[in-house]
């Protein structure tokens, strides 16, 4: 069954602020896409905070939640239009006279031991208008696959190998997936971090200067997540392609935190920089 610490649902205001800046987070993509007047159901609320960066960013949507624990439920209400407090499969009657614009999975279905089924279920139940965002972590991320090498897969109260996942996920399973249930990828987002300012320790990173490089320039590496909006349009062709969006951290930032990750380190890189750019420009 899903448990997590009652503090892991205690987030600040500075948190939110943080999520409105970070491109490699998918609530901050999330906030952007969604447009005034839009009918929004956030399963998996938590204690709301998607809403309330959708709030603080001033858009005028309808809101609501499912969130089956009655601690992050009730912190959560007061953003949400209704907060439903259950699991998701007890509201597709709810689910289905909404008629909802955007239904949002962010970082959820990792958290059920059969996420298809679930998704096929659920998809009786919306239109085909309706967009389904889904944001996964990523297990293939370069931190994951470095720890493994080390012999280290540590679980967590929070991130990639958070205690609470059931399933973990590449893009290639996921993608796999979606296929499996006939839904079309709108967009999809590589939300790319350095493997060195998450959870991971350094010494869990231990590698050769070759097999960093060759990591860092991969971009399923980079992913810390995916995030997808999908649909059940029938009619692919309307999309001209899939488009991928990667946003985030870099392939030269990950070399330089490899070599500089040191608080002191990046201050002296940072001045050696400046110096160089102003000889440049001289």
């Known amino acids: 069954m899903f448990s997590r610490p009652d503090n892991n ?5 500075d948190v939110i602020d943080a999520i409105l800046k ?3 987070h998918p609530i901050f993509h999330i906030v952007n896409y969604v447009k005034d007047g839009q009918k929004i159901l956030d399963i998996g609320a938590g204690s709301g905070v998607l809403a309330r960066a959708i709030l603080k960013s001033k858009k005028n949507v309808s809101i609501d939640g499912v969130e089956p624990n009655r601690y992050a439920a009730n912190m959560a209400a007061n953003f949400y239009r209704t907060m439903l407090c259950g699991y998701v499969q007890e509201f597709y009657a709810e689910i289905s006279e909404k008629k909802y614009d955007i239904i949002i999975l962010a970082d959820v279905i990792e958290h059920i031991s059969d996420p298809l089924e679930m998704l096929k279920q659920l998809m009786k139940y919306i239109d085909s208008s309706t967009k389904i965002f889904i944001s ?23 991130g990639l190998l ?8 590449t893009r290639n399973t996921a993608d796999k997936m979606f296929e499996k249930l ?3 990828t709108e ?10 300012r998450v959870e991971f320790k350094r010494t869990e990173l231990s590698a050769s200067f070759i097999s960093i490089f060759k990591l860092a320039r991969l971009s399923d590496a980079r992913a810390y ?13 309307k999309f001209s392609q899939n488009i991928i969006i990667h946003a985030g951290t870099s392939f030269y930032s990950i070399m330089r935190d490899y ?3 040191q608080s002191h380190f990046v201050k002296i890189y940072n001045l050696a920089l400046k110096v160089i750019r102003k000889i440049q420009n001289a």
């Open 182 to 184: 006939e839904l079309l």
């Open 9 to 13: 649902y205690n987030v600040s205001d």
């Open 259 to 261: 070599f500089f990750y």
């Open 136 to 158: 996964i972590p990523n297990v293939a991320f370069g931190g994951v696959r470095l720890a493994l090498f080390n012999g280290s897969f540590n679980y967590t109260d929070s």
């Open 22 to 24: 970070d491109q490699a």
């Open 162 to 169: 958070e205690r609470t996942h059931l399933r973990f996920f």
């Open 225 to 237: 997540q995916f995030l997808y909006i999908l649909s059940k349009e029938a009619n692919p062709e």
């Open 187 to 196: 967009h999809l987002f590589s939300l790319e971090r350095s493997f060195y």
